[in-house]
């Protein structure tokens, strides 16, 4: 008997413990690192909704991990951070390892960002991904491709061109398409939103380089929907005229906001 009301409170107590829930995050700061902008804030993910107006700082140049990071802890201070960090990067991510770096500074590569960052910071939590990828998280969870089935791919065009390959709402990672070759040029090198405003294009013939490496990813790789981020995607109707795809092509919600969006998604 005495055996038996010793481990009656045991059993008890693991019962009590088992059904312990812990509370899920419904906040977190989404930064977006960028060629010529590092821009944060914070997101609800569980609608997508930025809770506070995004603040945006130059990236410094020479855009090096330890400079680039003070800059990600500057935005944190300025909203008073103290919980989960997700960031977009411009490069392949591989458990928080940068193994290439197409806009920013070469000392990146082979660098834990997600330690850096985390250190930096103080955040208990930091998860990294790339750039293309998360803004395309954040597109078919809440914008454009939500509840899309098939084959759906992110275009981001900016200082580079990052690409994100969706199948049936599911991440492929890393697919660097912008980096694709297209009439003997890199389609990055030659059709990026920065190669653009460098050679001072027209919007027609700009929209016709971004229609040819579209074309040259499409006849790769069939997909059934287009997706187009990027700071200069606020100006769609300036250069869509000029696509001659058969896929379906169509503008991101969250425009050039993606990213901060779809960091903090990765993050939960």
């Known amino acids: ?15 009590r413990t088992s059904r312990t829930r812990v509370k899920p995050v419904t906040q977190v700061l989404g930064i977006d ?24 700082i130059e990236t410094p140049q020479p855009a090096t991990p330890e400079a680039v990071a003070a800059v990600v802890a500057e935005i944190a201070a300025h909203f008073n951070w103290t919980g989960p960090i997700g960031v977009g990067f411009p490069g ?16 990146w590569i082979d660098v834990d960002a997600s330690k850096l960052i985390a250190d930096v910071t103080g955040s208990p939590k930091v998860c990294i991904g790339n750039d ?24 981001t065009l900016g200082t580079g061109i990052g690409s994100a390959f969706f199948f049936n709402g599911k991440l492929l990672p890393n697919m660097e398409f912008g980096h694709v070759e297209v009439g003997g040029k890199n389609a990055e090198s030659w059709a990026s939103d920065a190669a653009r ?55 991101a919600n969250f425009l050039n906001d993606a990213g901060i969006v779809g960091a903090a998604l990765h993050a939960k």
Not at 1 to 15: G, I, N, S, Y
Not at 92 to 107: C, F, R
Request: charged letters at 30%.
């Open 1 to 15: 008997m005495a055996d038996e009301q010793l481990t009656a409170p045991t059993k008890t107590t693991a019962t």
């Open 92 to 107: 392949v991510i591989k458990d928080g390892v940068v193994k290439t770096a197409a806009n920013v500074d070469k000392s």
């Open 197 to 251: 405003e460098r050679e001072d294009l027209k919007w027609e013939k700009w929209g016709k380089r971004v229609d040819r490496v579209l074309h040259t990813i499409e006849d790769l790789v069939w997909p059934d929907l287009f997706i187009v981020g990027g700071g200069v995607s606020k100006k769609s109707d300036k250069f869509f005229p000029y696509f001659t795809l058969r896929t379906p092509i169509v503008t």
């Open 33 to 56: 690192i960028g060629g010529t902008g590092v821009k944060g804030a914070p997101v609800d993910v569980t609608t997508g909704e930025l809770l506070a107006e995004r603040l945006r």
């Open 132 to 155: 293309a990828d998360v803004a395309g998280l954040a597109e078919v969870t809440f914008g454009a491709g939500k509840d899309h089935t098939g084959f759906v791919i992110m275009i």
